[in-house]
T-cell receptor, first 111, second 114 residues
Framework: QKEVEQNSGPLSVPEGAIASLNCTYSDRGSQSFFWYRQYSGKSPELIMSIYSNGDKEDGRFTAQLNKASQYVSLLIRDSQPSDSATYLCAVTAGGSYIPTFGRGTSLIVHP | GAGVSQTPSNKVTEKGKYVELRCDPISGHTALYWYRQSLGQGPEFLIYFQGTGAADDSGLPNDRFFAVRPEGSVSTLKIQRTERGDSAVYLC????????????FGEGSRLTVL
């Protein structure tokens, strides 16, 4: 059973701070890693993908992957109230096209 | 259309009834997925199509659930003899084959079984 684990939160940070969201996965053969953002009552939206160890930056977002430790994280710099949402980690095994999702971490950015 | 379209957005039905949920993917996306999501949970995989065929239906919970994609575009998820436990948001997503896991989701169909 492939598992993707996330702390459900909520994670509460003040506006302007760095929000750090973490995810661990059980399948060592996992090859592709994704972060989706889901606003309340809306569908998930892809915000970051990462495929190799290290950091990948896109604007205020940085995804970090450590395959040896089987974790992937998402950093949001200069957090804004509009970043308040649930962040879903998704992992795809090598050769698969089907991502397995975690339960998501709720992020609250307060002014 | 520009995005993934799902209909109906809301469906209320009685236990034991049959329902169909429709998904129209992004034009040109050959991969199509169905997930369902319950409150406080992440999306749970149901079935994956590559073209017209179901490449992986291992997530379908039982034989009351069935999905088709006859022409490789629009897909229909069919649920027979609905049960209260089937209540959830059913999400459809499409993807280019080259991007495993880079899914574009529709707004979902919220199914409530009374």
């Amino acid at each position: 059973q492939k598992e993707v684990e996330q702390n459900s939160g909520p994670l509460s940070v003040p506006e302007g701070a760095i929000a750090s969201l973490n995810c661990t996965y059980s399948d060592r053969g996992s090859q592709s890693f994704f972060w989706y953002r889901q606003y309340s009552g809306k569908s998930p939206e892809l915000i970051m993908s990462i495929y190799s160890n290290g950091d990948k930056e896109d604007g205020r977002f940085t995804a970090q992957l450590n395959k040896a430790s089987q974790y992937v994280s998402l950093l949001i710099r200069d957090s804004q109230p509009s970043d308040s949402a649930t962040y879903l980690c998704a992992v795809t095994a090598g050769g698969s096209y089907i991502p397995t999702f975690g339960r998501g971490t709720s992020l609250i950015v307060h002014p | 259309g520009a995005g993934v379209s799902q209909t109906p957005s809301n469906k209320v039905t009685e236990k034991g009834k049959y329902v169909e949920l429709r998904c129209d993917p992004i034009s040109g996306h050959t991969a199509l997925y169905w997930y369902r999501q319950s409150l406080g949970q992440g999306p749970e995989f149901l079935i994956y199509f590559q073209g017209t065929g179901a490449a992986d239906d291992s997530g379908l919970p039982n034989d009351r659930f069935f999905a088709v994609r006859p022409e490789g575009s629009v897909s229909t998820l069919k649920i027979q003899r609905t049960e209260r436990g089937d209540s959830a948001v059913y999400l459809c997503a499409s993807s280019l084959s080259q991007g495993p896991g880079e899914l574009f989701f529709g707004e979902g169909s919220r199914l409530t079984v009374l």
